[in-house]
């Protein structure tokens, strides 16, 4: 990528797609476009249309989606599937009739198989029934995974899909309903600690395993990607290591100064018992994480401080 060349990142304002802005901005890229949901709804397939053939962009960053937790998921099914559909149609079909030079599509772990064995490797993908809470999500993200195929094979385009693994970070979500179960936490302790409660609740037994990657990680990795990686299926964005929530617990209380005690309620759900991504495919070609879970989680709560205490 020419360090003045077009580069449109879909999606800027969210963790991922303001981490890989940054990311571009740190690497001196000087023409980078974005756009508000306000001045381009992406699911409208004509505006979408004027969008490319006006602008014009040479790369495309795909990290714009519709997201939420378990809840808005199994909630807002419709719209998750026909949103998240609407915009990958409309910005990769006009990627490819503006001939931009490559474009990556952004997905995410839940595309893999509810019972799929450990760690999640790229072939297992549709080996087996989905979770049910995420199925729209996840059937659309794998939907995007095939469109980026399918126009290689008949078109040519260099489109490649990438899948991260858990995130969190800068701009995280820290909903009290909708957030993820890293983000989740750390509210929680904060809250806890600031109003004197002796006792954290936290649900399940503390024993399902996770995996979480910093998105200025992700953002690394997928500009790495883009200069070097130009392959066909998709390829999976993780660390490759995983903690039990309990231990994620545990750190996220050390690291916020929450003195009270963390108790378990086991008559709530764990979900499912481990989901770690394999990232052999991605070591191979060169890239692996640099920050490490403990500074990860102190950076994501100086940035919970700043835009919420």
């Given at each position: 990528m020419e360090k003045n060349a077009?580069?449109?990142?879909a999606g800027h304002r969210g963790m991922v797609g303001s981490?890989?802005?940054?990311?571009?901005?740190?690497?001196?890229?000087?023409?980078?476009?974005?756009?508000?949901s306000k001045d381009l709804d992406l699911?409208?397939?004509?505006?979408v249309a004027d969008f490319f053939s006006l602008v014009k962009p040479e790369y495309v960053f795909l990290a714009a989606a519709k997201v939420g937790g378990i809840m808005a998921n199994n909630t807002?099914?419709?719209?998750?599937?026909?949103?998240?559909?609407?915009?990958?149609?409309?910005?990769?079909?006009?990627?490819?009739?503006?001939?931009?030079?490559?474009?990556?599509?952004?997905?995410?772990s839940c595309i893999y198989p509810k019972l799929a064995p450990q760690p999640l490797k790229e072939e297992y993908l549709l080996t087996?029934?989905?979770?049910?809470?995420?199925?729209?999500?996840?059937?659309?993200?794998?939907?995007?995974?095939?469109?980026?195929?399918a126009y290689r094979d008949q078109y040519g385009c260099n489109f490649v899909s990438v899948m991260p693994t858990n995130l969190y970070g800068y701009n995280?979500?820290?909903?009290?309903?909708?957030?993820?179960?890293?983000?989740?936490?750390?509210?929680?302790?904060h809250e806890a600690k600031i109003s004197g409660v002796d006792e954290v609740v936290i649900w399940g037994t503390g024993s399902p395993?996770?995996?979480?990657?910093?998105?200025?990680?992700?953002?690394?990795?997928?500009?790495?990607?883009?200069?070097?990686?130009?392959?066909?299926?998709?390829?999976?964005?993780?660390?490759?290591?995983?903690?039990?929530?309990?231990?994620?617990?545990?750190?996220?209380q050390d690291i916020i100064g929450f003195k009270g005690k963390i108790s378990f309620d086991t008559s709530k759900p764990d979900g499912t018992p481990r989901k770690l991504m394999d990232v052999s495919k991605l070591h191979s070609k060169g890239w692996k994480h640099?920050?490490?879970?403990?500074?990860?989680?102190?950076?994501?709560?100086?940035?919970?401080?700043?835009?919420?205490?």
């Amino acid at each position: 990528m020419e360090k003045n060349a077009k580069i449109y990142v879909a999606g800027h304002r969210g963790m991922v797609g303001s981490a890989i802005l940054r990311k571009l901005e740190s690497e001196g890229y000087t023409d980078l476009i974005t756009r508000t949901s306000k001045d381009l709804d992406l699911r409208n397939q004509q505006a979408v249309a004027d969008f490319f053939s006006l602008v014009k962009p040479e790369y495309v960053f795909l990290a714009a989606a519709k997201v939420g937790g378990i809840m808005a998921n199994n909630t807002y099914r419709a719209e998750f599937l026909h949103d998240n559909l609407c915009i990958q149609n409309n910005i990769i079909h006009n990627a490819y009739l503006n001939g931009v030079k490559k474009l990556m599509f952004l997905g995410s772990s839940c595309i893999y198989p509810k019972l799929a064995p450990q760690p999640l490797k790229e072939e297992y993908l549709l080996t087996g029934p989905l979770e049910h809470t995420n199925e729209p999500y996840a059937i659309a993200k794998i939907a995007g995974i095939k469109l980026c195929d399918a126009y290689r094979d008949q078109y040519g385009c260099n489109f490649v899909s990438v899948m991260p693994t858990n995130l969190y970070g800068y701009n995280d979500n820290y909903h009290p309903e909708n957030s993820h179960v890293l983000p989740a936490l750390i509210r929680r302790f904060h809250e806890a600690k600031i109003s004197g409660v002796d006792e954290v609740v936290i649900w399940g037994t503390g024993s399902p395993k996770r995996e979480f990657l910093f998105a200025d990680d992700l953002a690394d990795a997928c500009y790495y990607l883009m200069l070097n990686y130009n392959e066909r299926h998709l390829i999976n964005v993780g660390t490759g290591e995983e903690v039990s929530i309990k231990d994620l617990a545990l750190l996220i209380q050390d690291i916020i100064g929450f003195k009270g005690k963390i108790s378990f309620d086991t008559s709530k759900p764990d979900g499912t018992p481990r989901k770690l991504m394999d990232v052999s495919k991605l070591h191979s070609k060169g890239w692996k994480h640099k920050i490490g879970l403990r500074e990860g989680i102190a950076l994501a709560y100086k940035d919970f401080l700043a835009k919420f205490a």
